[in-house]
C-alpha cells in the first residue's frame, strides 16, 4: 500500500478518490510508487481529504480539509516516489 509520511509528527497521506473507500488498510489499488499525486489524496490520521494547491512558483502545499494540516513541498514533485524520496527523513527504508 502506497503510504507516505510526510511531517515529524507522522502525517501520512494515501491515494485518494478513485481507490477510496474510507479505510487506508483496505485500499483496493496496487502499490505503484511512479503515479502521479492526485489533486485529492488522503491524510490518513484524520481520513480527511488533502487539497493539493500551488502556493508559489517553486511550491505545492498540501492541506487537510478537515483537521487543517499543512506541509510544503517543491512542485517539481509529481509521483509518490518523488513525494517519498523528498521527505526520506520520515520514509526510511
Known sequence: MILVKISETNDVIWPGPDNYDYDP???KAEEDWDRKISSVPVHAVCN???DNIVT???HRS???RRCYMRVTFPREIETFAQLKKH???FNPE
Request: hydrophobic share 40%.
Open 25 to 27: 488498510k483496505r485500499v
Open 48 to 50: 480527511g481529504f488533502v
Open 56 to 58: 508559489s512558483e517553486t
Open 62 to 64: 498540501f492541506s487537510c
Open 87 to 89: 521527505f526520506a527523513q
